[in-house]
């Protein structure tokens, strides 16, 4: 599964890592060239808020952890 985010603040993203840690397989977060796990806070700060970012899913992941973060889905 693929989307796009924007997290407005550091709330946002922590509430973002909280989803994702909770999920079993890989969540990563792509801008630009950048990649990095979508379950590491520091990382998701590193990459900065206030930007759009793509995520990828793992197929082992169900639809619990997209209906916790779709708040943050932007067309």
Known sequence: ???KIRLE???DA???VTA???CGGD????SGVV????????GV???????????NVSEHSDSVFFNAVKKFVVA
């Open 14 to 16: 922590e509430e973002f």
């Open 45 to 55: 700060l590193a990459m900065g808020i206030k930007r759009e970012m793509d995520v």
């Open 1 to 3: 599964m693929k989307f």
């Open 27 to 30: 969540i990563d977060l792509h």
């Open 35 to 42: 990649y990095i796990d979508g379950k590491s806070l520091l």
């Open 9 to 11: 603040n550091t709330q």
């Open 20 to 22: 994702a840690s909770k």
